[in-house]
């Protein structure tokens, strides 16, 4: 299995471009959600998905978009990025939506988008 | 709100010097709470679980407790490959958002 994946790992854009960050897992995980990482802020919740065409908001989703067509993938869509979007993005997924162990989120390794 | 404070921000030790990271916390309901360690440029990596206050998990140097207010990570004779940030985070009952404590940097020295 190859985890968690995210592409690309480095993204650097100018104001107002738009773009998309890719996740993908291959676990067949129920539950897969985005964080945005800032220094000395801890990992926020942007968005997640508890199952395929089911998304909900998280503590910080304004300027970002998503979708869940299939179970596999998760992308995440930065509408006219600005500079307050610079951050490391991550990307995780977990089997079950439920509670118990399957809760347990296993993370991707991570894009470091600069906004200039 | 949910909250999770994790003290202190940065702890430096010896290799050998054992010592204690803590996580507080302020939730609802509590389903779960999470330790990660993360590495510099990579994605947070799995810990332990600890759903209910009195549980205790242990991982060859750590060993995670849990009390109703609070968690520790508690690290025996550390070595310097286990610097690392530690992350504590909580999912609580009614939701399916975890929310994560800003994290303790961790420098072990040999």
């Known amino acids: 299995n190859a985890g968690v994946t995210q592409t690309p790992k480095f993204q650097v854009l100018k104001t107002g471009q738009s773009m998309t960050l890719q996740c993908a897992q291959d676990?067949?995980?129920?539950?897969m959600s985005w964080y945005r990482q800032d220094p000395g802020m801890g990992l926020r919740l942007i968005h997640y998905?508890?199952?395929?065409?089911?998304?909900d908001q998280g503590e910080v989703p304004n300027g970002y978009n998503v979708s869940r067509s299939t179970t596999e993938d998760f992308p995440l869509r930065l509408l006219s990025a600005a500079p307050s979007q610079t951050s490391v993005y991550f990307c995780?997924?977990?089997?079950?939506?439920?509670?118990?162990?399957?809760?347990?989120?296993?993370f991707g390794p991570g894009t470091r988008l600069t906004v200039l | 709100e949910d909250q999770v404070t994790q003290s202190p921000e940065a702890l430096r030790l010896q290799e050998g010097e054992s010592s204690s990271l803590n996580c507080s916390y302020t939730v609802s309901g509590l389903r779960g709470l999470f330790w990660y360690r993360q590495d510099p440029g990579k994605g947070p990596e799995f810990l332990f679980t600890?759903?209910?206050a009195g549980e205790e998990k242990e991982k060859e140097r750590l060993k995670a407790t849990l009390t109703k207010k609070e968690s520790f990570l508690h690290i025996t004779a550390p070595k310097p490959e286990d610097s690392a940030t530690y992350l504590c985070a909580v999912r609580n009952t009614g939701g399916f958002k975890t929310i994560f404590g800003a994290g303790t940097r961790l420098f072990v020295k040999a």
């Open positions: 600890l759903y209910s």
């Open positions: 676990m067949n995980h129920e539950y």
């Open positions: 995780a997924s977990s089997y079950s939506k439920l509670g118990g162990a399957r809760d347990t989120q296993y």
């Open positions: 998905s508890v199952g395929a065409g089911i998304t």
